[in-house]
């Protein structure tokens, strides 16, 4: 059973330095047991320790746990998806004049308290006589479009109503966090004289949402996650510790990870080998990872 799972971010553009001292923002190194750097030629066996080290935007260096091959159980690389957002299209029927019709939007990435709250915006339209279905979803778009707190985009023409979630930029909020992708149900109704919502119209679900992968807040997000590992822990209370990133604003990643098994010994009543799972995660700019990729292979495949 996995009691302990460690792991650490460091994100690289992809560029080798010859060594340590040469290293500049964003390049990687990967030493060897005497501080040498490990070259595509060497001969290598899997007893041998290995180190990755990244340099910071600000300077500073990052370090990885120590890898030996043969304590690498396995190494994915996961290249960049562009996110997707979600679409639904709303088709109104011809209404009747002096019926009421709601359209309801519910924010189903809003789960902040609990699952019980989501965020629903709920808009309604009176059919006036001479009424038709490309009026009234004329005047939905525009409800739609005016509300501030709509997480949606409304769009098309005619009776068709197109519902398309909004992007969430990579902006940061306060505290450093980032929101996530907004998803959503609709629901099209008319409204009878006795407060009873009957079905109208129809919904369908155009294009599914993709949170993709390797967009930088996701990565950003993880390396965030990781931090109390090096002893940031304050992520709610003022001052927020800001903590040592690697990951850079703007920039799409692949991913690299390599799973390890750490053995050490115990001082508890429990002798011999315990394991414990380690975890390097590597983001590498979207198509810069060839050559790192074939190093970290090298060694889990020494």
């Given at each position: 059973?996995?009691?302990?799972?460690?792991?650490?971010?460091?994100a690289?553009?992809?560029?080798?330095?010859?060594?340590?001292?040469?290293?500049?923002a964003?390049?990687?190194?990967?030493?060897?047991?005497?501080?040498?750097?490990?070259?595509?030629?060497?001969t290598?066996?899997?007893?041998?320790?290995?180190?990755?080290?990244?340099?910071?935007?600000?300077?500073?260096?990052?370090?990885?746990?120590?890898?030996?091959?043969?304590?690498?159980?396995q190494?994915?690389?996961?290249?960049?998806?562009?996110?997707?957002?979600q679409?639904s299209?709303?088709?109104?029927?011809?209404?009747?004049a002096?019926?009421?019709?709601?359209?309801?939007?519910?924010?189903?990435?809003?789960?902040e308290?609990?699952t019980?709250?989501?965020?629903?915006?709920?808009?309604?339209?009176?059919?006036?006589?001479?009424?038709?279905?490309?009026t009234?979803?004329?005047?939905?778009?525009?409800?739609?479009?005016?509300?501030p707190?709509?997480?949606?985009?409304?769009?098309?023409?005619?009776?068709?109503?197109?519902?398309?979630?909004?992007?969430?930029?990579?902006?940061?909020d306060?505290?450093?966090?980032y929101q996530?992708q907004?998803?959503?149900?609709?629901?099209?109704?008319?409204?009878?004289?006795?407060?009873?919502?009957?079905?109208?119209?129809?919904?369908?679900?155009?294009?599914?949402?993709?949170?993709?992968?390797?967009?930088?807040?996701?990565?950003?997000?993880?390396?965030?996650?990781?931090?109390g590992?090096?002893?940031?822990?304050?992520?709610?209370?003022?001052?927020v510790?800001?903590?040592?990133y690697t990951?850079?604003?703007?920039?799409?990643?692949d991913?690299?990870?390599?799973?390890?098994?750490?053995?050490?010994?115990?001082?508890?009543?429990t002798?011999?080998?315990v394991?414990?799972?380690?975890?390097?995660?590597?983001?590498?700019?979207?198509?810069?990872?060839?050559?790192l990729?074939a190093?970290?292979?090298?060694?889990?495949?020494?």
């Amino acid at each position: 059973m996995v009691t302990n799972r460690v792991y650490r971010v460091l994100a690289t553009n992809g560029t080798e330095a010859a060594s340590v001292a040469a290293l500049t923002a964003g390049q990687y190194v990967i030493l060897k047991e005497d501080g040498s750097k490990l070259a595509t030629a060497d001969t290598i066996t899997d007893e041998d320790f290995f180190t990755i080290v990244v340099k910071a935007p600000n300077g500073e260096l990052v370090f990885s746990s120590r890898l030996r091959g043969k304590d690498i159980k396995q190494v994915n690389n996961g290249a960049y998806r562009a996110r997707v957002e979600q679409v639904s299209t709303v088709t109104v029927a011809a209404p009747t004049a002096g019926q009421e019709y709601n359209l309801a939007i519910i924010n189903t990435s809003d789960k902040e308290i609990l699952t019980m709250r989501q965020n629903k915006r709920s808009y309604s339209v009176p059919a006036v006589v001479g009424e038709t279905a490309t009026t009234l979803a004329d005047k939905f778009r525009t409800k739609i479009n005016d509300d501030p707190a709509s997480v949606v985009t409304a769009s098309g023409s005619g009776a068709s109503i197109i519902l398309t979630a909004d992007s969430i930029a990579s902006t940061a909020d306060l505290i450093g966090e980032y929101q996530s992708q907004y998803t959503f149900e609709v629901f099209l109704s008319e409204v009878n004289n006795f407060g009873y919502a009957l079905a109208f119209g129809s919904v369908a679900a155009t294009t599914a949402a993709d949170p993709g992968a390797g967009n930088f807040d996701q990565v950003r997000t993880l390396e965030q996650r990781g931090q109390g590992y090096v002893g940031v822990t304050n992520r709610t209370k003022w001052p927020v510790e800001p903590g040592l990133y690697t990951t850079v604003s703007g920039v799409n990643y692949d991913v690299i990870i390599v799973e390890a098994e750490r053995e050490y010994e115990s001082n508890s009543a429990t002798f011999g080998l315990v394991q414990s799972p380690v975890s390097v995660i590597i983001p590498v700019t979207s198509g810069a990872g060839v050559a790192l990729l074939a190093l970290i292979n090298k060694i889990a495949n020494a």
